[in-house]
């Protein structure tokens, strides 16, 4: 049976009467910790909800994704959206709740801001001056909601347009970023695989190829990890058993000849490494695929 995700005017309240507010505020510890931390799926069909995560770490849960929280973050969530939390004990941060109808961009409209405001989003605030100013403005909304002085309702207006607007900017930013970085990333892996296909025989270690291309290591090994799914050192050294199955395939070459054609000064050393990455000896490999092709 279908588990059935309840819907909540807030986290557990079923008040089933129109709210008379626009705005609810609250700090993410005192409601979290009620429900030991973590908040179950649920879904609010009239509010748009932002987090404010200033500290701590957890968890977001959006339908079946997870997505890690690292603070400082804004989390945003429109309505009718199935969500939940998990939430470490030191979680530090505001979670505000508006009546969707009173956006001046309604999530949805056509606009980049109906656009952001429509789907979740994971905001990282970094360095940038706009990060800066949406943590603490995000601290002035929450502060200037416990008040009661004079053009409150402006200036909550104010400070939460300011948010949104920047949130999607910063949002729009990082994913122009990511894009970039992405490219030249796999820009980078193929220039590795170019200086691969010319110096594997020359027996070069993955620090070698790191300082041709101009990065670290460690750099090196996390984009082809992240593009190739291998480490630097495990590409040289497919790329060696690669040249070393077609020689064993399409010449007559003995094992002692190729080995040393790929540049292996003692042919024992090869046929251990062979052995030691396909779990066959060079010639065991070489009869068994012959017999596979012939079949």
């Not at 009661?148 to 948010?163: E, F, G, K, M, Q």
């Given at each position: 049976m279908k588990k059935t995700v309840p819907t909540y005017e807030l986290y557990g309240e079923r008040t089933g009467e129109r709210p008379d507010f626009w705005l609810h505020c609250e700090t993410i510890p005192s409601r979290s910790s009620l429900y030991h931390w973590e908040i179950g799926l649920h879904r609010h069909e009239s509010f748009f909800q932002i987090l404010y995560i200033a500290g701590g770490s957890g968890d977001a849960v959006f339908g079946n994704a997870v997505h890690t929280i690292e603070p400082p973050m804004v989390i945003t969530v429109p309505p009718g959206l199935s969500h939940g939390f998990r939430f470490s004990r030191d979680i530090d941060g505001f979670v505000f709740t508006i009546l969707a109808s009173h956006l001046k961009t309604t999530p949805g409209e056509r606009s980049r801001l109906g656009s952001f405001l429509a789907t979740p989003h994971l905001t990282r605030l970094d360095g940038r001056e706009d990060a800066a100013y949406v943590a603490a403005t995000l601290t002035r909304l929450a502060r200037e909601w416990e008040t009661?002085?004079?053009?409150?309702?402006?200036?909550?207006?104010?400070?939460?347009?300011?948010?949104l607007t920047l949130a999607a900017r910063l949002d729009e930013a990082s994913d122009s970023r990511d894009d970039t970085a992405d490219s030249e990333n796999e820009q980078r892996v193929q220039r590795f695989q170019a200086l691969l296909q010319q110096h594997h025989r020359s027996h070069w270690p993955a620090a070698a190829y790191a300082r041709e291309l101009g990065l670290s290591l460690t750099h090196l090994n996390r984009i082809t990890r992240v593009i190739m799914g291998l480490s630097a050192h495990e590409m040289i050294s497919r790329k060696l058993i690669g040249e070393a199955r077609r020689e064993l395939v399409f010449t007559r070459a003995s094992v002692q000849e190729i080995s040393f054609r790929l540049g292996f000064a003692d042919p024992a050393y090869f046929s251990r490494f062979f052995l030691r990455q396909t779990g066959m000896t060079p010639r065991a490999w070489r009869m068994a695929e012959r017999e596979r092709l012939g079949a």
């Open positions: 009661n002085r004079s053009n409150r309702t402006d200036l909550l207006d104010a400070y939460l347009t300011s948010v």
